[in-house]
């Protein structure tokens, strides 16, 4: 009967549309490469010269010389190697926390979404409340709680998480605590996808087949709403160090010695009258990721949109 | 309208539109879209002339042409059309303007994409006339009154002051119908008018275009792919595919006797509710050619049964093989005695 | 004829006229939000229809846009809980199952879909859309891969079709996909929701032979729902005419396009633009005025009467207002008019010979 013409490959197309947009916007190609030097620079961060845990009590806060290119920080270590190694603190917490939070999210977003009704309304209702609550202040609870079971004598039950929150250098903790704050946005951006895709007819045609909620769920919602994940980790990471930052800021995230770009900040801004060096380095840090990151999310969110598709 | 282009469309003898060899390409990623391909043909003072085509044979793309609302990256490459003998592609955007709307007025498929859901559905019809005539607002909304009464909206008094959420898709329809001609264009050109309305509705509404054509002489272009439509509205049709016009001629004669094959296979697929054909509706074989890589020589070819070696080949061009009736088709060059080139007069 | 012979003649006859799908005052109605503190209205989509579906059969069920033809067609495979009534299939009561039994009985009831763009997932790729059925059922994967080859096959599309995602293809060809997704499942009857709509006039051709030969082959019953009474009659059986949610008309098909007894049916008929000849190319002038109504607010009584031809015929009478009209007139030709007996007299179609409705007198 009818033969099937071959039609150009359709998998090429979002690679095309992506260097395309790479070659339209230079900011884009300057921010991909900000990231791509965070990312380098903090796994290279044990190559450096010096540690970011030696101190050189002798020679504290001296300014960007010729051994230390970025000068020492109060306790005389490397601000260039702290500054590294809170790269990869920043890192490991934009993956791992937005991981957590998208995890939960969709579980939470997928759930309402599918279930309808008056478990729907409930669990929005929920996710509304939980809105109106400051996000800062709503992490700093979590995280003090969170501190609190883990950190000095926690109860059996939580022994071995205890045991790896110290060998974290208190990462587990800010990790647990963003994971819980950050996960609102998400829901609710998956949870009106669900309801959109719901009432498909290809789902539909699921459900005259037999398929349980589950099977629809993994085989189809899951698959259909990745543009819509994507867009929820764009906006997830950047918060994510954001808060991490704030929190170390605080003194409520890692636990010192652990370098972040936060706890930077913290002691820069004591010191800024003196010696303002301690201060610029983290600052401009970190300042430069969330900027990269909002260019290269927005991007992102461009090349799934479908209107912009042509 | 004003009393000059008046006499101007009064005085001119000839046909009232008229297009020639008119081509519309459009750029894509796979290629150029030859959408519209070398269209010839007018339309009369008064007359009403169907396009009938199936999706992608160009025939939305040709009336978007005419008024020159062809969307980019699209763009018309060659041709000439001409509204009473005024050439509208020279035309400055500011002139075709002053045509749009007021000599030609168009209505569309689907009224609840052209209407304005935040305006007034009387304002929207007030807006095209004061756009094209010096009016004060009271007298522009004396016409627009009188165009949905002409247009048979019940209550137009209060009805002009309603949103098109609330109006009925028959009523959208007819508001559109009203924009679109309150401004007594001499052409409408109408694309598939009642294909998204049920029947009862698509009869009321094929009923007043045909009452206004009677009434104020305004020729009607009806593109659409129902051919019962055609047959009963239409004195004249044109038959579209692959961007070209296949076939032309008085609507009867080309429906009981069509000279291209895929004009006949048309009329054999499609379902008729006079009666239930016992073989069966005949399909057509096949799908529609991709306009950016039309086959060699004849565009139907691959789908025709009667195909020949020529027209694998080479591409036919309009023959005569009647007064007033043409055919792109090589089998039918056999049976007129003469040949006419697509440039000479229609 | 031998008697013996009659009987066995009789038996088959009643054994293939049995019903496969019966549904008893089944209602769907959807709360319609109204402002604040005026009562709330009801969307009565589907109201109080009652049908049964031959075995074997294609019955069309047929109307204009708000008359419930494709709620009832959900309502019938279960998609959508009715709020009131009962649908049996087989002889099982399909409203009094729980969501698990439901199941795993329904695969033998499956649908076709309207929009070939919305009926595919985009993201999986052909076999597995066909195949999921057949996955569900816990069919190991050597066992689909054919079954998925073989109904590809059937429905006219190559091997070469089955790693390929639904954007690669056209309508038709997805409208075929979705036929072989629907087959999959080995059901017994299937419910197409105006599975041509969407398509070109030379491919719903295709489809609908398609259609035909898949019953022929596997021994099938359609409900087929539309609004195009050209394709129905080339493809019906039995057709069912519906008006804001009631069936107003049900008969052999052959019957209704000669001899309707509704004046419904007969302006629905008469609006349908058929190609005209040198002998007769007047259209009937439209016998129905205005727009369907909204289901939401049912009229009093006949719920056609504000737009029925026939009323203004006999003067208005006070019945049409004050007594709602029941399905009645025997076994194989019933009319939910008051006056089903009347309308011979005031209209005739005759297709055949002059493509118009001659209407009595005025007209």
């Known amino acids: 009967m009818s033969a099937i013409e071959a039609s150009p490959s359709v998998r090429s197309t979002i690679i095309w549309r992506a260097t395309s947009l790479i070659r339209q916007r230079p900011a884009l190609a300057l921010s991909i490469l900000c990231l791509a030097l965070v990312a380098l620079v903090a796994l290279g961060a044990p190559l450096l ?81 939980m809105y109106a609550f400051p996000e800062t202040l709503f992490a700093i609870l979590i995280a003090s709680l969170v501190k609190g079971q883990l950190s000095g004598q926690a109860p059996a039950l939580l022994e071995p998480l205890a045991e790896a929150y110290r060998w974290s250098g208190g990462l587990l903790g800010v990790l647990l605590t963003l994971g819980f704050t950050c996960w609102l946005t998400t829901a609710r951006l998956v949870r009106s996808q669900v309801l959109a895709l719901k009432n498909s007819e290809y789902i539909l045609a699921s459900q005259l087949a037999g398929a349980s909620g589950w099977f629809i769920v993994k085989k189809h919602l899951l698959p259909n709403a990745q543009p819509v994940i994507l867009v929820a980790i764009t906006f997830v990471v950047p918060n994510a160090i954001l808060l991490e930052a704030g929190l170390s800021f605080i003194g409520i995230g890692v636990d010192p010695p652990t370098p972040s770009w936060g706890t930077m900040i913290a002691a820069g801004v004591q010191s800024l009258q003196s010696y303002p060096h301690l201060l610029i380095a983290p600052a401009l840090a970190i300042g430069a990721t969330l900027l990269a990151l909002n260019v290269v999310g927005d991007a992102l969110r461009d090349l799934y949109d479908p209107a912009l598709r042509r | 309208m004003s009393s000059a282009s008046e006499r101007t469309f009064a005085q001119h003898a000839g046909p009232l539109l008229r297009v020639e060899d008119l081509r519309v390409h459009i750029p894509t990623s796979r290629g150029v879209v030859e959408a519209v391909d070398g269209v010839s043909f007018s339309i009369n003072k008064g007359e009403i002339v169907g396009i009938v085509g199936e999706s992608g044979c160009g025939k939305s793309m040709l009336a978007l042409s005419i008024v020159r609302l062809v969307p980019s ?74 165009m949905l009464r002409a247009v048979r909206i019940p209550g137009p008094e209060v009805r002009y002051r309603d949103y098109p959420h609330q109006y009925s898709g028959g009523m959208r329809q007819r508001a559109m119908i009203a924009v679109g001609s309150v401004n007594h264009p001499r052409l409408l050109i109408a694309d598939e008018p009642t294909t998204a309305l049920d029947v009862t509705v698509q009869a009321q509404i ?68 006079e009666e239930k054909s016992e073989g069966g509706l005949l399909p057509i074989e096949g799908r529609p050619p991709d306009l950016a890589r039309k086959p060699r ?21 309009p023959f005569k093989i009647g007064p007033g009736r043409k055919a792109r088709c090589w089998l039918a060059q056999e049976t007129s005695p003469f040949e006419e080139d697509a440039r000479l007069s229609s | 004829m031998h008697s013996s012979d009659r009987r066995e003649q009789q038996h088959r006859k009643s054994a293939r006229q049995r019903s496969l799908l019966e549904v008893k005052n089944l209602s769907m109605l959807f709360p319609a939000r109204r402002r604040l503190g005026q009562a709330r209205a009801w969307v009565r989509a589907v109201d109080g229809v009652t049908l049964s579906v031959i075995s074997g059969e294609t019955l069309a069920v047929v109307g204009e846009s708000g008359c419930g033809k494709t709620t009832l067609g959900r ?237 203004e015929r006999l003067n208005n009478p006070e019945i049409c207002v004050s007594a709602e009209p029941f399905l009645s007139g025997g076994d194989k030709h019933l009319s939910a008019c008051h006056f089903a007996t009347e309308l011979v007299r005031h209209a005739t179609l005759d297709f055949d010979a002059s493509a118009s409705l001659s209407a009595g007198d005025s007209r």
């Open chain 2, 297 to 317: 020589g004849c565009a139907f070819h691959p789908r025709c049964p009667q195909r020949k070696d020529i027209c694998l080949v080479e591409e036919p061009p």
């Open chain 3, 75 to 311: 309502a019938m495979v279960m998609l959508a809980r009715p709020t009131a009534g009962e649908v049996s299939f087989d002889n099982i009561e399909l409203t009094k199952l729980s969501l698990g039994a439901l199941r795993a009985a329904r695969r033998q009831l499956q649908m076709i879909f309207q929009d070939p763009y919305g009926s595919l997932d985009p993201r999986q790729r052909v076999e597995d859309i066909v195949g999921e059925p057949l996955l569900i059922r816990g069919v190991p994967r050597r066992a689909r891969r054919e079954r998925v080859a073989e109904l590809l096959g059937l429905v006219g599309l190559g091997p070469d079709a089955a790693p390929r995602l639904p954007r690669e293809f056209s309508g038709g060809q997805r409208q075929r996909v979705g036929i072989a997704r629907a087959l999959a499942a080995e059901p017994k009857l299937i419910v197409c929701d105006e599975p041509l709509s969407a398509l070109d006039v030379s491919i719903q051709a295709q489809i609908v032979a398609l259609l035909k030969d898949v019953q022929q082959r596997l021994v099938l019953t359609y409900v087929f729902i539309s609004h195009d009474l050209a394709v129905v009659r080339q493809i019906a059986d039995r057709v069912a005419v519906m008006y804001l949610g009631t069936v107003v008309e049900l008969a052999d098909a052959a019957v209704i396009f000669q001899a309707p007894r509704h004046p419904y049916t007969v302006a629905l008929l008469s609006a349908v633009p058929k190609l005209a000849t040198r002998s007769s190319t007047s259209q009937a002038p439209p016998l129905v005025q205005g727009d369907p109504p909204s289901p939401i607010d049912v009229p009093r009584g006949c719920r056609f009467h504000p737009r029925c031809w026939l009323r």
């Open chain 2, 73 to 146: 990256p699209g763009r018309i490459i060659a041709g000439h059309v001409a509204m009473a003998g005024r050439d509208l592609l020279s035309l400055s955007e500011r002139e075709m303007r002053r045509v749009r709307g007021n000599d030609v007025g168009m209505i569309f498929q689907d009224p609840s994409a052209s209407l304005n859901p935040v305006m007034r559905v009387g304002d929207q019809v007030s807006e095209t006339v004061e756009a094209h005539h010096s009016l004060t607002a009271l007298q522009a909304k004396q016409r627009s009154l009188d």
């Open chain 2, 206 to 273: 094929m009923e007043l275009l045909l009452a206004m054509n009677r009434a104020t002489g305004t020729a009607i272009m009806l593109i659409t792919h129902n051919i019962a439509l055609v047959s009963h509205f239409c004195s004249r049709v044109l038959v579209m595919y692959a961007g070209r016009i296949v076939e032309s001629g008085p609507t009867l004669e080309v429906f009981e006797t069509p000279k291209h094959p895929y004009t006949d296979a048309l009329l054999k697929a499609v379902p008729r509710i």
């Open chain 1, 49 to 129: 010269p010096y540690g970011p845990f030696k101190q050189d009590i002798l020679h504290r806060n001296g300014v960007p010389s010729a051994f230390h290119w970025l000068g020492t920080d109060e306790l005389g270590r490397d601000v260039g190697a702290r500054l590294a190694m809170g790269a990869r603190v920043s890192l490991i917490v934009a993956i791992s926390s937005s991981l957590i939070a998208v995890a939960i999210g969709v579980m939470i977003g997928m759930l309402s979404g599918y279930l309808g009704g008056f478990a729907d309304t409930l669990i929005m209702r929920f996710v509304d409340s």
